[in-house]
């Protein structure tokens, strides 16, 4: 098998133009070159596999002959062949394959295919948020939703999930909550979050109190309330432009801070440290993968036993795919959800992933539900969504997780976490990318990598130099966190900083809105740290990944879905923005802050240019939203009751009335 090489080739033996693209940095972030027919057969002999091949020309039919299949392409399971034939070699020419490369999205991800939508009818239950506010003269203490328990001279405030602690410290080996440690004497305030992340929390500090919550939106209040005025960060924003989210240990507002996991703040003597607890895992060469699957299996257990009713969101993708086998193994039993695209967007696309579960839950024996994400319900679920989260995300799988816990039952299960601790399509870019060209910054790299807008900060900010540079160094920053080689670096990235900064609240805000309790078994702490232990070549290989699971599972799934490429969540974003209304597409906000080019937001309320730069136009819409709706917004909003009686059934964040929720506990020097 060869080290590095281009999975997108352009097959040409034109040198005038494999000189024009593999000089373009383009190029290089679609890990595509030039290679001519004699080049690419070698390479296929040695047993690579290419994602698209693109022809130039009338060249390489051999080739092309030998990588053909009469399966159906949409299938997933092999190259795809392109094919252009440019007037002339040139930077349009260029230009084409490019253009070419980045449309394997929405149509290649749909196939012909329709049937009836059917989804359970929602009936939404605002969920429970975690408060704490510290006078941080007196010590007084106003909470609501954490259990609050005396241990020794330190009073703990735990969320449900955690009430086994001790000490703050032990949040290093804790899942899916968040503390808060008063220690009179010492007259100090530590707070955390479970050591993955899978729950988020954020705070902020005002004259003599210190607030900690998982709503940001009630941070934002009782800042304004005790007078504090909230200010964007715009280093902030060129991560949510360039990554797709903003990262763990910032917010967009220079006030508050989204905690960063693998870790715990203490606050004293008036100020905030952060204490780091993240220990590299020593790999151990004789580690057997059978150890993991064991660590899997006992995940899964546990969740099976805990309700009767489970659902599972299936993609068909094989993270998704193996927790629905084995959630539908040894007795156990579990229907999957999917997503369906409504009537309009299916007769003109296709079918997308709902194909692929359909298969998995014919070899499991079960049902599959199709959960409506219609043009019309996608813009009310981007809405639903931007008044709940923490943070603007421009990633689209948010707005569907929204969807399908709208229509979800009590306990649900997803395969996140295989992408992470196994593959991640980062390492191949970023690897690739420094194969080609070391002198390039890695760290900016794996900012480029993330396929969103890092390319395009100049366009988008007035400041856009300086913040290309910021984000540079801040990737750069994230690399030297973390030990070893360049691919067990990504692969701690990809572990500890996206999931705890927005994976895992694509599942958490829905499921504290309806009431459910969500799971990641493949994300568990003991699969981390028996994924880390082993040697990075069991679960990597460029470009195979996810090496690991496919040992331990791939006999189990159906060949389709074990032989199936990787895709993701793919929406056909230009129908939805085409769909909005038109009040959503004026970026008021965005023009108030200062920090975009006017010129940008002028030429984007044009139809016609939106149509051409849809992910930025989308990026655009959500953010100015998120801004919108945290101006002097109330803190809790709230609908209808929902029938889920998961750990989250209290009172939360929803979309339309205003309500206070519970009614806070006052300690009055209790601690």
Same mark, same amino acid.
């Given at each position: 098998?060869?080290?590095?090489?281009?999975?997108?080739?352009?097959?040409?033996?034109?040198?005038?133009?494999?000189?024009?693209?593999?000089?373009?940095?383009?190029?290089?972030?679609?890990?595509?070159?030039?290679?001519?027919?004699?080049?690419?057969?070698?390479?296929?002999? /040695?047993?690579?596999?290419?994602?698209?091949?693109?022809?130039?020309?009338?060249?390489?039919?051999?080739?092309?002959?030998?990588?053909?299949?009469?399966?159906?392409?949409?299938?997933?399971?092999?190259?795809?062949?392109?094919?252009?034939?440019?007037?002339?070699?040139?930077?349009?020419?260029?230009? @084409?394959?490019?253009?070419?490369?980045?449309? %394997?999205?929405?149509?290649?991800?749909?196939?012909?295919?329709?049937?009836?939508?059917?989804?359970?009818?929602?009936?939404?239950?605002?969920?429970?948020?975690?408060?704490?506010?510290?006078?941080?003269?007196?010590?007084?203490?106003?909470?609501?939703?954490?259990?609050?328990?005396? $241990?020794?001279?330190?009073?703990?405030?735990?969320?449900?999930?955690?009430?086994?602690?001790?000490?703050?410290?032990?949040?290093?080996?804790?899942?899916?909550?968040?503390?808060?440690?008063?220690?009179?004497?010492?007259?100090? $305030?530590?707070?955390?979050?479970?050591?993955?992340?899978?729950?988020?929390?954020?705070?902020?500090?005002?004259?003599?109190?210190?607030?900690?919550?998982?709503?940001?939106?009630?941070?934002?209040?009782?800042?304004?309330?005790?007078?504090?005025?909230?200010?964007?960060?715009?280093?902030?924003?060129?991560?949510?432009?360039?990554?797709?989210?903003?990262?763990?240990?910032?917010?967009?507002?220079?006030?508050?801070?989204?905690?960063?996991?693998?870790?715990?703040?203490?606050?004293?003597?008036?100020?905030?440290?952060?204490?780091?607890?993240?220990?590299?895992?020593?790999?151990?060469?004789?580690?057997?993968?059978?150890?993991?699957?064991?660590?899997?299996?006992?995940? $899964?257990?546990?969740?099976?036993?805990?309700?009767?009713?489970?659902?599972?969101?299936?993609?068909?993708?094989?993270?998704?795919?193996?927790?629905?086998?084995?959630?539908?193994?040894?007795?156990?039993?579990?229907?999957?959800?999917?997503?369906?695209?409504?009537?309009?967007?299916?007769?003109?696309?296709?079918?997308?992933?709902?194909?692929?579960?359909?298969?998995?839950?014919?070899?499991?024996?079960?049902?599959?539900?199709?959960?409506?994400?219609?043009?019309?319900?996608?813009?009310?679920?981007?809405?639903?969504?931007?008044?709940?989260?923490?943070?603007?995300?421009?990633?689209?799988?948010?707005?569907?997780?929204?969807?399908?816990?709208?229509?979800?039952?009590?306990?649900?299960?997803?395969?996140?976490?295989?992408?992470?601790?196994?593959?991640?399509?980062?390492?191949?870019?970023?690897?690739?990318?420094?194969?080609?060209?070391?002198?390039?910054?890695?760290?900016?790299?794996?900012? $480029?990598?993330? /396929?969103?807008?890092?390319?395009?900060?100049?366009?988008?900010?007035?400041?856009?130099?300086?913040?290309?540079?910021?984000?540079?160094?801040?990737?750069?920053?994230?690399?030297?966190?973390?030990?070893?080689?360049?691919?067990?670096?990504?692969?701690?990235?990809?572990?500890?900083?996206?999931?705890?900064?927005?994976?895992?609240?694509?599942?958490?805000?829905?499921?504290?809105?309806?009431?459910?309790?969500?799971?990641?078994?493949?994300?568990?702490?003991?699969?981390?740290? @028996?994924?880390?232990?082993?040697?990075?070549? &069991?679960?990597?290989?460029?470009?195979?990944?996810?090496?690991?699971?496919?040992?331990?599972?791939?006999?189990?799934?159906?060949?389709?879905?074990?032989?199936?490429? &990787?895709?993701?969540?793919?929406?056909?974003?230009?129908?939805?923005? @085409?769909?909005?209304?038109?009040?959503?597409?004026?970026?008021?906000?965005?023009?108030?802050?200062?920090?975009?080019?006017?010129?940008?937001?002028?030429?984007?309320?044009?139809?016609?240019?939106?149509? /051409?730069?849809?992910?930025?136009?989308?990026?655009?819409?959500?953010?100015?939203?998120?801004?919108?709706?945290?101006?002097?917004?109330?803190?809790?909003?709230?609908?209808?009751?929902?029938?889920?009686?998961?750990? %989250?059934?209290?009172?939360?964040?929803?979309?339309?009335?205003?309500?206070?929720?519970?009614?806070?506990?006052?300690?009055?020097?209790?601690?």
């Amino acid at each position: 098998m060869p080290e590095i090489y281009p999975l997108n080739p352009v097959i040409t033996s034109n040198a005038a133009f494999a000189s024009l693209y593999d000089g373009h940095p383009r190029s290089r972030y679609l890990v595509s070159e030039c290679l001519t027919p004699s080049e690419a057969a070698k390479l296929l002999d /040695e047993g690579a596999t290419f994602s698209t091949v693109v022809f130039l020309g009338g060249e390489g039919e051999e080739l092309a002959g030998r990588l053909a299949s009469d399966e159906d392409p949409q299938a997933q399971k092999f190259a795809r062949l392109e094919r252009v034939d440019p007037p002339a070699i040139d930077e349009e020419a260029v230009k @084409q394959v490019h253009r070419l490369l980045n449309s %394997h999205g929405a149509r290649a991800f749909f196939q012909n295919l329709y049937s009836e939508v059917r989804v359970n009818e929602p009936s939404p239950l605002h969920g429970a948020s975690v408060f704490f506010q510290i006078d941080l003269e007196t010590f007084e203490v106003v909470q609501e939703g954490f259990l609050r328990r005396q $241990v020794g001279n330190k009073t703990l405030y735990t969320s449900s999930g955690l009430a086994h602690l001790d000490r703050i410290e032990q949040l290093a080996d804790s899942e899916y909550g968040q503390a808060v440690e008063v220690d009179r004497d010492a007259r100090t $305030v530590s707070f955390g979050r479970d050591f993955l992340g899978h729950f988020p929390l954020s705070y902020g500090c005002a004259k003599r109190r210190l607030y900690v919550s998982d709503s940001f939106r009630r941070i934002c209040d009782a800042l304004r309330d005790a007078g504090v005025a909230l200010t964007l960060s715009e280093e902030a924003l060129a991560l949510y432009f360039s990554y797709g989210f903003v990262p763990q240990g910032l917010s967009t507002f220079r006030e508050i801070v989204n905690c960063e996991a693998t870790g715990f703040y203490t606050w004293s003597k008036g100020s905030v440290r952060r204490t780091r607890q993240f220990e590299p895992v020593e790999v151990d060469e004789n580690a057997p993968v059978q150890d993991l699957g064991e660590a899997i299996e006992r995940e $899964v257990a546990k969740y099976a036993a805990q309700a009767p009713e489970i659902d599972v969101w299936c993609s068909g993708g094989l993270d998704s795919s193996i927790m629905a086998v084995r959630f539908n193994s040894e007795g156990r039993r579990a229907e999957l959800l999917t997503l369906a695209y409504g009537k309009d967007i299916h007769e003109q696309f296709g079918d997308g992933e709902r194909r692929f579960a359909r298969i998995v839950a014919r070899a499991c024996g079960t049902r599959v539900r199709e959960v409506d994400l219609s043009a019309r319900k996608f813009e009310e679920i981007h809405e639903t969504s931007i008044l709940n989260h923490d943070t603007p995300v421009i990633d689209w799988p948010v707005p569907p997780k929204y969807a399908l816990a709208e229509a979800s039952r009590p306990l649900v299960i997803t395969g996140e976490g295989g992408d992470n601790f196994f593959g991640g399509p980062k390492n191949v870019k970023v690897l690739y990318g420094h194969d080609r060209d070391p002198s390039i910054s890695p760290g900016w790299l794996y900012a $480029v990598a993330h /396929e969103r807008l890092a390319s395009k900060l100049r366009l988008i900010f007035k400041k856009g130099d300086e913040l290309t540079d910021y984000v540079r160094g801040y990737g750069e920053k994230l690399l030297a966190a973390y030990p070893g080689s360049l691919l067990r670096k990504l692969f701690y990235l990809n572990s500890l900083e996206k999931p705890a900064s927005m994976i895992f609240a694509q599942s958490y805000f829905p499921s504290r809105l309806y009431g459910l309790t969500i799971r990641h078994p493949m994300a568990a702490l003991d699969v981390y740290r @028996q994924a880390f232990r082993l040697a990075d070549r &069991k679960k990597f290989v460029y470009p195979a990944n996810k090496i690991a699971l496919m040992e331990l599972y791939g006999a189990q799934l159906p060949e389709s879905i074990a032989r199936r490429s &990787k895709s993701g969540t793919v929406l056909p974003l230009r129908h939805y923005m @085409q769909k909005f209304s038109r009040p959503k597409l004026d970026f008021d906000a965005l023009a108030a802050t200062g920090m975009i080019r006017p010129k940008l937001l002028d030429e984007l309320r044009d139809p016609r240019v939106r149509g /051409e730069g849809v992910m930025l136009s989308y990026a655009l819409v959500t953010l100015n939203l998120w801004l919108n709706q945290r101006k002097d917004t109330p803190s809790v909003r709230s609908q209808a009751s929902h029938r889920g009686r998961g750990e %989250h059934s209290r009172g939360g964040i929803a979309a339309r009335t205003a309500s206070t929720g519970a009614e806070p506990q006052r300690e009055l020097n209790s601690t």
